[in-house]
């Protein structure tokens, strides 16, 4: 499968987006499908994921309710929406896949991936 991250932009504070994660070659539904960022001169951190029966997300404790992962199975595509953009959010955003069998808990080490997009950009002005 190839992963392609999209939608990033720039926006100001308080701002919102929707980022998509579009999945080819294979259907995202064998995926767990995670979202990192990475901002300048800082180290990659996870986001959130959801898991590739759909039922369950998590998130970074960091998003506090800004952030919502859906997956449109039609689209073979995951979404990032984010809300009330902070400065804090800018960054490089990027999804990755994991093929693994459910374990009852998300892999939140990007190194746990083997599979990611290309990162879209995204960066808010205050």
């Known amino acids: 499968v190839q992963l392609q991250a999209s939608g990033g932009g720039s926006v100001q504070s308080g701002g919102s987006l929707r980022l998509s994660c579009a999945a080819s070659?294979?259907?995202?539904?064998?995926?767990?499908i995670a979202w990192f960022r990475q901002a300048p001169e800082k180290e990659r951190e996870f986001v959130g994921a959801i898991s590739r029966s759909g039922a369950a997300t998590t998130y970074a404790d960091f998003v506090k309710g800004r952030f919502t992962i859906s997956r449109d199975i039609a689209k073979n595509a995951v979404y990032l929406e984010i809300h009330s953009l902070k400065p804090e959010d800018s960054a490089v955003y990027f999804c990755?896949?994991?093929?693994?069998?459910?374990?009852?808990?998300?892999?939140?080490?990007?190194?746990?991936?083997?599979?990611w997009g290309q990162g879209t950009l995204v960066t808010v002005s205050s």
């Open positions: 070659g294979r259907t995202i539904t064998n995926y767990h």
């Open positions: 990755a896949g994991d093929p693994a069998q459910w374990l009852g808990y998300f892999r939140r080490v990007g190194d746990e991936y083997d599979i």
